[in-house]
């Protein structure tokens, strides 16, 4: 559920959120989530292999009918992003929709119930959860941006200017010297 924030124009009126801004957060991701997180369960499943991909396909198929009926209504409610009453009528209208493929009249009813429920409770969970999230992530950037250094048993060592230069200078002593090789190799 990402948010666009806009600075509104100067005769005062509030923006225009058009329904193509940010589909790529709301719609796609989500369903190539759930298309990864259905061929993970399928993956650890007692079955495994030979349903994971069906888990998969399934699972992406229906969180990319949950987020698409979610936005259309949200389009057609001209109502912001985070409102939950887009998640509701999303999650009735694709509950009813694929339940009605799958079992009837009775199967559309169930599904409907079951889709706004576990929808919604998404939805709330992921605007809940979403400033902690934002939270931590700064706090991963605001780390990587300070001076951090490896502990000195690490492998891995941080060159100054003179030992990056001697170094480059070895890489192209060894590289002449594997040019000269292959062409010695060549003339005999």
Not at 163 to 183: F, I, P, T
Request: glycine share 10%.
């Amino acid at each position: 559920m990402a948010e666009t924030h806009r600075q509104a124009p100067p005769d005062g009126k509030a923006p225009e959120i058009q329904s193509s801004d940010g589909w790529k957060e709301r719609i796609a991701i989500p369903t190539l989530l759930g298309g990864v997180v259905g061929g993970g369960f399928g993956l650890i499943s007692k079955h495994r292999r030979a349903h994971a991909a069906s888990l998969a396909a399934n699972l992406a198929i229906v969180a990319g009918c949950y987020c698409g009926a979610r936005e259309l209504a949200r389009d057609a409610r001209k109502s912001e992003l985070d409102d939950l009453m887009n998640s509701v009528i999303g999650g009735i209208s694709s509950g009813a929709l694929l339940g009605r493929f799958q079992g009837g009249q009775l199967g559309a009813i169930r599904y409907a119930i079951i889709f706004a429920t576990v929808g919604t409770t998404l939805d709330y969970a992921t605007i809940r959860l979403k400033p902690h999230f934002n939270k931590f992530v700064d706090t991963i950037r605001q780390s990587a941006n300070s001076d951090w250094t490896l502990p000195k048993w690490s492998p891995i060592q941080v060159l100054d200017e003179e030992a990056l230069a001697a170094k480059r200078a070895r890489e192209e002593q060894l590289h002449s010297q594997r040019v000269l090789g292959k062409l010695n190799k060549e003339k005999s």
